[in-house]
């Protein structure tokens, strides 16, 4: 492993380890949330938590392609949460 050597890499480190940890969170209120709100709103955040891991990835290794998938990813996890959270509210999708 490479250790960062510039302030920007440590901000960097820092900000992934973060993101990754909240990411890790809100995989567990998935796993253990006591109702389906908690779990469509836990799905939400981790939609937004790896979109924000796709932008630091893309900021880390300077490629442009992390950030129009990132706003790919973020089309479809409001698609999918809109549609999950709709499904769970009136048991259809689709009127």
């Not at 960062?4 to 940890?21: D, K, M, N, R, T």
């Not at 006591?34 to 796709?54: Q, S």
């Not at 392609?65 to 698609?79: D, K």
Request: overall charge negative; hydrophobic content about 60%; aromatic content about 8%.
């Amino acid at each position: 492993m490479i250790l960062p050597s510039g302030l920007f890499e440590w901000a960097l480190l820092i900000a992934i380890l973060s993101v990754s940890v909240s990411q890790v969170m809100a995989m567990v209120r998935l796993v253990i949330g006591p109702g389906t709100g908690d779990r469509i709103l836990a799905l939400d955040t981790m939609v937004i938590n790896a979109i924000g891991l796709i932008v630091l990835l893309g900021i880390a290794q300077g490629s442009e392609v992390y950030f129009e998938a990132a706003l790919i990813f973020a089309m479809l996890g409001f698609v999918s949460t809109v549609a999950y959270a709709r499904f769970i509210l009136r048991g259809d999708i689709i009127e």
